[in-house]
């Protein structure tokens, strides 16, 4: 993600999905298995979702949650936005995806524990669950992958 500002938590969010369902697209061409490939399609579709969920959120003026500030909420947001080339490996692609993996759980975390708004904050918090999973499921593949072969 870029150095911008963000008017609204939606926005930040739709934007960081938006970043994440490129990268997985990219792990997906990659994927040594079927298996593996439909997993990651299936993480994709979670955080396509979650971009429609805030994409109504944000549209859903009366919604007075959407309209908290990223800087009032003083988030430390990570700024790690490699570019994902073609030649990339499948390991070096993996790698990266865990470490954003790891980035959104803790900035969800981060979001969760200083809104105020409890509907929002549940959300979020299930957010970091799924975000946990995914980076459970990421850690184990690299593992499985790569472990016994270095």
Do not use: C, W
Not at 76 to 85: G, H, R
Not at 140 to 148: G, M, N, P
Request: charged residues 30%.
């Amino acid at each position: 993600m870029d150095d911008k500002r963000f008017d609204s938590i939606p926005d930040f969010v739709i934007e960081h999905e938006l970043e994440s369902v490129k990268f997985l697209h990219h792990l997906l061409q990659n994927a040594p298995s079927f298996a593996e490939m439909e997993t990651i399609r299936k993480i994709e579709l979670i955080e396509r979702r979650r971009i429609a969920t805030f994409q109504n959120l944000r549209e859903n003026s009366a919604s007075k949650a959407g309209s908290d500030l990223i800087d009032h909420l003083k988030l430390q947001i990570p700024q790690f936005s490699p570019v994902i080339e073609s030649s990339l490996s499948f390991q070096k692609i993996l790698g990266i995806t865990i470490k954003r993996s790891e980035l959104a759980r803790d900035l969800y975390q981060q979001t969760a524990t200083k809104i105020a708004d409890t509907q929002l904050k549940a959300v979020f918090q299930e957010i970091v669950k799924e975000e946990e999973r995914h980076l459970d499921y990421f850690v184990r593949l690299y593992r499985r992958e790569f472990s016994a072969k270095q």
